[in-house]
């Protein structure tokens, strides 16, 4: 059954007539005064989590480049290993701002303010079973533990005075509890429309009953429509007026781009032809630009309900398409398993970096579009993170647990240091191969359990100062109790 998104929340006050209730931002300026400042004070305290999953794992050199042997500006001991810090250290190439050859990206999109805004992190090990770990990027444990989306939409001490809203789920990456049994959550939508109508029109669906077709309307007519009421009021501010008719403007893009994707009139009927259409077109898995405009256009939605207060996690990783000419099983094995060859290696690194660029940075920038009651945008209040299914590094078989690549835009409203290079791996230590030359670290619980507590988790909720997230100590040889005590604790130089 798909989780009912509750319209109800804080931010979505103004009731329309006729039984209809559409999200729009909130405008602090038409509350009382007291109401206000609350309104405000609550919306400082918000918090917004997006993790994207990428398939499989790549090289050390082509995701980290000079970062491997960059000279550390700072050295500690932690867990029992000595690990490193250095500042970012980018380069200019033409107009892109560049760390690799995967970490790249347009100087336009990968701005001064959002590479200030970045982290990239190496030499975190996964402390559970490799092969292919759907649920291992957010923590989620077999019949043992939920997935950290999961954690985040059950938490009452995440939402605080807002209503408890679902994650956007998308894919195999979510493991829910479910009447005693960690299973497979079940994904929000399958298509950007589909997710669209859900999430702005009111068909969700409840036991098992199909939901009714949305009207037959164009979602931003609606909108505006209340929106009217709105500024009619002389008591919404110019900064108010502003903010609204900026969601305007954005709901009228998303709409724009789904028509002109898919190819639907002007009233936005349905059934009608969206993502998953074009997913299934012929000559789409060969056409990675294609599939990137597709990520765009999910991000396009997925701001729109962070910004109206209908969800605050979103959690992804397509399946049916790679970034790359391949489908998911011809990547796995000509490109996943073929990276020895330089040609396949240097396919699969350009595949990760169109997801890099046009998926995460894409989403990370237009959440930074967005200004909320405090005036600060959602990605002042939030954290975009890439993780990878499988390590990083070489033979043998490109399936382990060592050094997961992690790249982070975001602050989290002031909890973690960003613009810095962290390189956690143990140099001195366990190493399994020698073309090329890897290593394992400390524990990616650990970055994890930062996480829960940067989303303004609460022990009562959940100690994620035990081991990290999910708080259950693996029974594995590889890491040290050493690096078990240090799992429930801050990454060093991470922490503000």
Same mark, same amino acid.
């Given at each position: 059954?798909?989780?009912?998104?509750?319209?109800?929340?804080?931010?979505?006050?103004?009731?329309?007539?006729?039984?209809?209730?559409?999200?729009?931002?909130?405008?602090? !300026?038409?509350?009382?005064?007291?109401?206000?400042?609350?309104?405000?004070? %609550?919306?400082?305290?918000?918090?917004?989590?997006?993790?994207?999953?990428?398939?499989?794992?790549?090289?050390?050199?082509? @995701?980290?480049?000079?970062?491997?042997?960059?000279?550390?500006?700072?050295?500690?001991?932690?867990?029992?290993?000595? +690990?490193?810090?250095?500042?970012?250290?980018?380069?200019?190439?033409?107009?892109?701002?560049?760390?690799? *050859?995967?970490?790249?990206?347009? *100087? *336009?999109?990968?701005?001064?303010?959002?590479?200030?805004?970045?982290?990239?992190? #190496?030499?975190?090990?996964?402390?559970?079973?490799?092969?292919?770990?759907?649920?291992?990027?957010?923590?989620?444990?077999?019949?043992?533990?939920?997935?950290?989306?999961?954690?985040?939409?059950?938490?009452?001490?995440?939402?605080?005075?807002?209503?408890?809203?679902?994650?956007?789920?998308?894919?195999?990456? !979510?493991?829910?509890?479910?009447? $005693? /049994?960690?299973?497979?959550?079940?994904?929000?939508? =399958? /298509? #950007?429309?589909?997710?669209?109508?859900?999430?702005?029109?009111?068909?969700?669906?409840?036991?098992?009953?199909?939901?009714?077709?949305?009207?037959?309307?164009?979602?931003?007519?609606?909108?505006?429509?209340?929106?009217?009421?709105?500024?009619?009021?002389?008591?919404?501010?110019?900064?108010?007026?502003?903010?609204?008719?900026?969601?305007?403007?954005?709901?009228?893009?998303?709409?724009?781009?789904?028509?002109? /994707?898919?190819?639907?009139? !002007?009233?936005?009927?349905?059934?009608?032809?969206?993502?998953?259409? +074009?997913?299934?077109?012929? $000559?789409?898995?060969?056409?990675?630009?294609?599939?990137?405009?597709?990520?765009?256009?999910?991000?396009?939605?997925?701001?729109?309900?962070? %910004?109206?207060?209908?969800?605050?996690? @979103?959690?992804?990783?397509?399946?049916?398409?790679?970034?790359?000419?391949?489908?998911?099983? *011809?990547?796995?094995?000509?490109?996943?398993?073929?990276?020895?060859?330089?040609?396949?290696?240097?396919?699969?690194?350009?595949?990760?970096?169109?997801?890099?660029?046009?998926?995460?940075?894409?989403?990370?920038?237009?959440?930074?579009?967005?200004?909320?009651?405090?005036?600060?945008?959602?990605?002042?209040?939030?954290?975009?993170?890439?993780?990878?299914?499988?390590?990083?590094?070489?033979?043998?078989?490109?399936?382990?647990?060592?050094?997961?690549?992690?790249?982070?835009?975001?602050? %989290?409203?002031?909890?973690?240091?960003?613009?810095?290079?962290?390189?956690?791996?143990?140099?001195?230590?366990?190493?399994?191969?020698?073309?090329?030359?890897?290593?394992?670290?400390?524990?990616?619980?650990?970055?994890? $359990?930062?996480?829960?507590?940067?989303?303004?988790?609460?022990?009562?909720?959940? =100690?994620?100062?035990?081991?990290?997230?999910?708080?259950?100590?693996?029974?594995?040889?590889?890491?040290?109790?050493?690096?078990?005590?240090?799992? $429930?604790?801050?990454?060093?130089?991470?922490?503000?």
């Amino acid at each position: 059954m798909k989780p009912i998104y509750d319209k109800l929340s804080r931010r979505q006050f103004l009731r329309g007539t006729g039984g209809a209730l559409l999200a729009i931002p909130l405008l602090p !300026s038409l509350l009382p005064r007291a109401a206000e400042a609350q309104a405000v004070g %609550a919306a400082s305290a918000e918090r917004y989590f997006v993790h994207m999953t990428t398939w499989h794992g790549c090289f050390q050199e082509p @995701y980290f480049g000079s970062l491997l042997n960059a000279t550390p500006t700072a050295t500690t001991s932690h867990g029992g290993i000595s +690990v490193r810090s250095a500042p970012l250290p980018f380069t200019t190439e033409s107009d892109q701002a560049v760390l690799s *050859s995967i970490l790249r990206a347009r *100087s *336009s999109l990968w701005t001064p303010r959002l590479r200030g805004l970045t982290n990239v992190i #190496n030499g975190l090990d996964f402390a559970r079973g490799t092969g292919h770990n759907r649920g291992g990027t957010l923590g989620g444990v077999a019949d043992v533990a939920p997935t950290l989306d999961q954690l985040l939409a059950e938490a009452p001490s995440f939402y605080r005075s807002a209503v408890a809203q679902p994650a956007i789920v998308r894919n195999l990456v !979510s493991l829910a509890r479910r009447s $005693g /049994s960690v299973v497979q959550t079940e994904e929000s939508a =399958d /298509s #950007n429309v589909k997710l669209f109508d859900r999430l702005f029109k009111g068909t969700s669906s409840t036991g098992g009953t199909p939901a009714p077709a949305p009207e037959q309307v164009v979602l931003v007519d609606r909108v505006k429509e209340h929106a009217d009421l709105v500024l009619s009021d002389p008591s919404c501010s110019a900064d108010c007026r502003s903010r609204l008719g900026d969601y305007l403007d954005m709901l009228s893009q998303v709409e724009a781009k789904v028509q002109a /994707s898919a190819g639907v009139s !002007s009233d936005f009927t349905r059934p009608t032809t969206d993502t998953l259409a +074009v997913e299934r077109s012929a $000559g789409f898995y060969g056409a990675p630009a294609t599939q990137v405009q597709c990520e765009q256009l999910w991000n396009d939605i997925v701001v729109a309900a962070f %910004a109206a207060g209908i969800s605050r996690v @979103y959690v992804c990783g397509p399946t049916t398409y790679t970034f790359g000419p391949e489908p998911e099983h *011809s990547w796995h094995n000509a490109y996943a398993h073929g990276q020895d060859d330089p040609t396949v290696r240097a396919g699969f690194g350009a595949a990760v970096q169109r997801q890099f660029e046009g998926a995460l940075l894409d989403m990370a920038s237009k959440l930074d579009r967005v200004r909320t009651a405090d005036g600060a945008t959602l990605l002042d209040k939030g954290l975009v993170a890439s993780g990878f299914e499988l390590g990083s590094g070489g033979n043998p078989g490109h399936h382990h647990n060592r050094c997961i690549p992690v790249v982070s835009i975001g602050n %989290a409203g002031g909890y973690f240091r960003t613009g810095q290079s962290l390189d956690y791996r143990d140099l001195n230590g366990f190493s399994w191969s020698s073309d090329p030359h890897w290593w394992g670290g400390l524990l990616y619980d650990q970055w994890l $359990g930062m996480v829960v507590r940067a989303m303004g988790v609460s022990q009562a909720d959940f =100690d994620s100062t035990r081991y990290g997230y999910p708080g259950v100590r693996a029974d594995n040889t590889d890491h040290t109790d050493a690096m078990w005590a240090a799992a $429930g604790t801050n990454l060093p130089w991470l922490k503000a």
